[in-house]
């Protein structure tokens, strides 16, 4: 992988995931605003764990804000005067899919990768850059980064949940630059997803203490696709096409490889989603009704020249698998730039060297042939 070369800001916008709960909310929530100590042992009905958020927030003053909303969600802000803030929201997977659910993938506007969260936890790290370049000569920097650890609990056939996810948003006054920071942007995540999974049994097999964990990857961080080891790994090259911008593998409940031409012009997104992820992406097509997107009817399909889009599926312990590869939009709009005769057998074969290397590490069947 290769290294960051600039420093990561976190920007002062939510992540696409809390902006879409916080409207609903406001609109539906039953919101209990609480001041004192004791607020934190009712927050998020319970859920979380007080030394834990003491433990990264800070010891000040606290005010937590719930939500009792119902309808399979549970949210909370907890605010720590002098410390930082965690927005925290708690939801039964069986209700993704739905307008004011939505599981997250990354940062607003994707420009940068989240990357596993690994240690036997199924989650995503992830940050995006700040967008004006911190340049002191202009703007004043954040010196607060906004960081979102989001997890997939997989339950038990005994529990009456299928599975929970659990999505924090953590802002500390820390850099991420610095290694040693990280993983306490996700100790609120691990620690309420443990309770979360006692509290509703559950009965999820949980991760490891997060030790060490990769820097989300900027979308300037290229390196030559016959280097690539990770997402991109076994992706071959063609004209054109040559420059990669990935992440490494390990457990991501949602995967992302980009591919540039030698000029850095993005050619190709391809992602790979598994369990609730697939699941909310194939009924999002569905509510669509795009004949040229995946269905849940059509195990595979290979896009003709006027088309955005081929995908294949897989089979998977947690479900159906579904594995994309779209063109670029710059690439796509034929008033400016007409895609006369796109490599549609190089498309085929980049489709099917990355759904086979991403099911074989999550413990997949072979993917279907598109």
């Known amino acids: 992988m290769a290294v960051r070369p600039t420093v990561l800001r976190a920007v002062a916008a939510l992540c ?3 902006v879409a709960v916080t409207g609903y909310l406001l609109v539906h929530g039953d919101f209990q605003r609480w001041s004192d100590e004791s ?3 009712g927050a998020c009905d319970g859920l979380l764990d007080r030394n834990a958020v003491r433990g990264v927030l800070g010891p000040g003053s606290v005010e937590v804000e719930n939500d009792r909303s119902g309808a399979g969600l549970v949210g909370c802000e907890v605010h720590v005067h002098d410390g930082g803030t965690a927005e925290i929201r708690i939801v039964d997977t069986a209700r993704t899919g739905q307008s004011w659910i939505s599981l997250y993938t990354g940062p607003p506007g994707a ?5 596993p969260l690994g240690h036997g936890w199924t989650g995503l790290f992830g940050a995006d850059p700040d967008p004006f370049g911190a340049d002191p000569d202009l703007f ?6 906004e960081v979102t650890t989001s997890l997939i609990l997989e339950c038990t056939e005994a529990s009456s949940a299928k599975g929970l996810s659990i999505t924090v948003e953590t802002t500390l006054d820390k850099t991420l630059d610095n290694p ?3 993983p306490e942007f996700t100790t609120i995540a691990t620690s309420t997803a443990a309770n979360a999974s006692k509290t509703r049994h559950c009965g999820a097999k949980l991760g ?10 900027n979308e300037d961080e290229y390196e030559p696709l016959g280097t690539a080891d990770g997402t991109c790994s076994g992706i071959p090259a063609a004209h054109g096409v040559a420059i990669a911008t990935e992440t490494a593998r390990g457990g991501a409940p949602h995967e992302t490889c980009r591919l540039a031409d030698t000029d850095l012009r993005k050619r190709y997104v391809l992602e790979a989603d598994y369990g609730p992820y697939a699941q909310e992406r194939l009924l999002g097509y569905e509510e669509n009704d795009d004949e040229d ?3 849940a009817d059509t195990l595979a399909h290979h896009r003709d020249p006027d088309g955005s889009m081929s995908w294949t599926t897989a089979k998977c312990p947690d479900g159906r698998a579904l594995f994309t590869l779209q063109a670029a939009d710059e690439q796509n709009d034929k008033r400016k730039n007409p895609r006369r005769h796109p490599d549609l057998a190089h498309e085929r074969a980049a489709l099917k060297a990355f759904a086979e290397r991403s099911a074989k590490a999550h ?3 072979a993917p279907a042939i598109p």
């Open 208 to 217: 490891k203490p997060v030790r060490s964990l990769d820097l989300p990857v």
């Open 16 to 18: 696409a995931v809390a």
């Open 180 to 182: 040693a920071n990280r």
């Open 293 to 295: 997107t995946p269905s």
């Open 39 to 41: 607020a934190l042992d």
């Open 363 to 365: 413990g997949c069947s």
């Open 140 to 145: 004043e920097a954040d010196e607060d980064e």
């Open 111 to 115: 420009s940068a990768l989240s990357v």
